[in-house]
């Protein structure tokens, strides 16, 4: 069993940045690829980034891509994701997800396959 809080969301302006972070609970969350997904209102849940385990391989959305950035801290058991160059249509609320894998550099961009979900954070850009 995995929690995740997510924390970091908030109100900002175009243009601006913000970083994201999502702490698991429990001792195994090396074993875990973790990735960001998003929801905005009256739309579907979509994906944003993924890391594996080991945080050698990343996977981008392209609407995310040269913008956004994941990583992870396995010693903190955290997960981040930094944002920068925010637009309006960046609003909404932001999950982190963790996909139990048996490789280390396996990502997965498809909502089905996590495993834990976490609450999400709001972040609203305003133009």
């Known amino acids: 069993q995995v929690q995740l809080a997510e924390s970091g969301g908030g109100l900002v302006q175009a243009g601006d940045s913000l970083r994201l972070s999502c702490a698991a609970s429990?001792?195994?969350?090396?074993?875990?690829?973790m990735g960001w997904f998003r929801q905005a209102p009256g739309k579907e849940r979509e994906f944003v980034a993924a890391i594996s385990r080991s945080g050698g391989r990343t996977y981008y959305a392209d609407s995310v891509k040269g913008r956004y950035t994941i990583s992870r801290d396995n010693a903190k058991n955290t997960v981040y994701l930094q944002m920068s160059s925010l637009k309006p249509e960046d609003t909404a609320i932001y999950y982190c997800a963790a996909d139990r894998v048996v490789s280390p550099d396996y990502v997965r961009r498809v909502a089905s396959e996590y495993d834990y979900w976490g609450q999400g954070t709001q972040v609203t850009v305003s133009s």
């Open positions: 429990g001792r195994t969350f090396s074993l875990y690829a």
